[in-house]
């Protein structure tokens, strides 16, 4: 019943606000045609219709989604959108150059090669050139010597004994919220010295806290002793 009132909901639309032109992704194509009908049975011109493909996201077999975790974020800190655009595969480059770059030339024939250019261009259409060398030396530091980047955040705890991580994530802006901050943990993308936090580790000893080395995903910090 659902996938039969969606497109009519959504030709709907199209009806209230008079469309003239409705822009969506080749996924949406049959929902976008009802609207043309929809607005012909209201006595409308009916809309043009435009489709796009869908941009897959850097695992390379799903759609980009937020929901899914398989996306490169435009408001993301320039080193978390370097770091999501590498560990793209490689078959992506061709459509990344052309849907996200807009670029009329092919990428370099060397995947590594294009990868770096892809990320580069992405953080520098996005942040600008100055964060787009930075990120790229902050990546070859952390993936390519092997080492936290130099100037991670030292994080102050809180106080209190013992010390609930996800709160301590959202409150230095290294998780958008708690919430993310717990699905972080569940997903094992937060590690402690090394070590992967779960679910059930939420609040942990500040004596084990204290000057450890915190890793968030691919960014870095350090907590204060």
């Not at 949406?28 to 409308?44: H, K, M, S, V």
């Not at 990428?107 to 060398?133: C, I, M, N, Q």
């Not at 080395?213 to 960014?219: A, D, N, Q």
């Amino acid at each position: 019943m659902s996938e039969f009132l969606y497109p009519l909901m959504q030709g709907y639309d199209s009806v209230a606000i008079q469309a003239d032109v409705e822009l969506g992704g080749t996924d949406q194509e049959y929902n976008l045609l009802t609207g043309r009908d929809i607005q012909l049975a209201y006595g409308q011109e009916p809309q043009v219709v435009l489709t796009t493909p869908l941009i897959m996201g850097p695992n390379g077999t799903q759609k980009m989604s937020a929901s899914l975790d398989n996306y490169i974020g435009i408001t993301e800190l320039p080193q978390e959108m370097y770091g999501r655009a590498m560990s793209a595969v490689d078959e992506l480059m061709p459509d990344y150059y052309r849907l996200c770059l807009e670029s009329d030339e092919p990428p370099p024939a060397d995947p590594y090669t294009a990868k770096r250019e892809f990320a580069r261009r992405l953080v520098e259409r996005w942040h600008g050139a100055e964060a787009a060398a930075a990120a790229a030396a902050g990546f070859d530091r952390m993936f390519k010597e092997k080492r936290a980047i130099d100037d991670a955040p030292v994080l102050d705890l809180p106080d209190g004994d013992p010390v609930h991580v996800p709160a301590l994530l959202a409150d230095h802006g290294l998780a958008a919220s708690r919430g993310e901050a717990r699905r972080l943990i569940s997903q094992g993308g937060v590690r402690l010295d090394g070590e992967p936090l779960d679910v059930d580790e939420l609040d942990v000893p500040r004596s084990r806290m204290a000057g450890a080395e915190l890793r968030v995903g691919r960014r870095f910090a350090r907590v204060a002793p």
